[in-house]
T-cell receptor
């Protein structure tokens, strides 16, 4: 699986959009970009994933650059409950059934009142 | 989304004793489950892959005789930490996936 690079930490004001970048310059054509987050002392939570098109769900939007070497997770209206470590993971295959995830260090997002 | 539960949420045990942690998929069947360990201020590290009806696959550096994994049914995997020592104190998390991988809430193990 391709390696990812994320900033160690970011701050965001409550109610504003949080834009979390991820660099994955060695991504292969069949590798998907996944985002998970982990609130303190809880298990990770799936957020969103994509291959090359932008994706949106009820939690967030995922913007993948045309060359697929980087992506941005967007939380449109951050709340205090969005304070967590966000992990960007690149892996082969759309479905993760039976396949492991490799976690990097992630980005600690702190949403401030 | 799918629900994965773990029991217990936290456990304190004395050095030398064994502790069993359960991971259950509540609304789906999971032929494969994963066990992770997370030390304070660190990321999750995969320990082993649990396969229903067969032996678990352990990551390099993880002692299979110390961390016993049993996946006896399609909804239950157990991790037993045998002869626990203080250095085994950690946050243990399991995951399973009908489509995307869903994680349990984690088990905090403290060995005194």
């Amino acid at each position: 699986d391709a390696k990812t690079t994320q900033p160690t930490s970011m701050d965001c004001a409550e109610g504003r959009a949080a834009n979390l970048p991820c660099n994955h310059s060695t991504i292969s054509g069949n590798e998907y970009v996944y985002w998970y987050r982990q609130i303190h002392s809880q298990g990770p939570q799936y957020i969103i994933h994509g291959l090359k098109n932008n994706e949106t769900n009820e939690m967030a939007s995922l913007i993948i650059t045309e060359d697929r070497k980087s992506s941005t997770l967007i939380l449109p209206h951050a709340t205090l409950r969005d304070t967590a470590v966000y992990y960007c993971i690149v892996r082969v295959g759309k479905e993760t059934s039976g396949s492991r995830l490799t976690f990097g260090e992630g980005t600690q997002l702190t949403v401030n009142p | 989304g799918a629900v994965v539960s773990q029991h217990p949420s936290w456990v304190i045990c004395k050095s030398g004793t064994s502790v069993k942690i359960e991971c259950r998929s509540l609304d789906f069947q999971a032929t494969t489950m994963f066990w992770y360990r997370q030390f304070p201020k660190q990321s999750l590290m995969l320990m082993a892959t649990s396969n229903e009806g067969s032996k678990a696959t352990y990551e390099q550096g993880v002692e299979k005789d110390k961390f016993l994994i049993n996946h006896a049914s399609l909804t239950l995997s157990t991790l037993t930490v045998t002869s626990a020592h203080p250095e085994d104190s950690s946050f243990y998390i399991c995951s399973a996936n009908p489509y995307e991988q869903y994680f349990g809430p984690g088990t905090r193990l403290t060995v005194t």
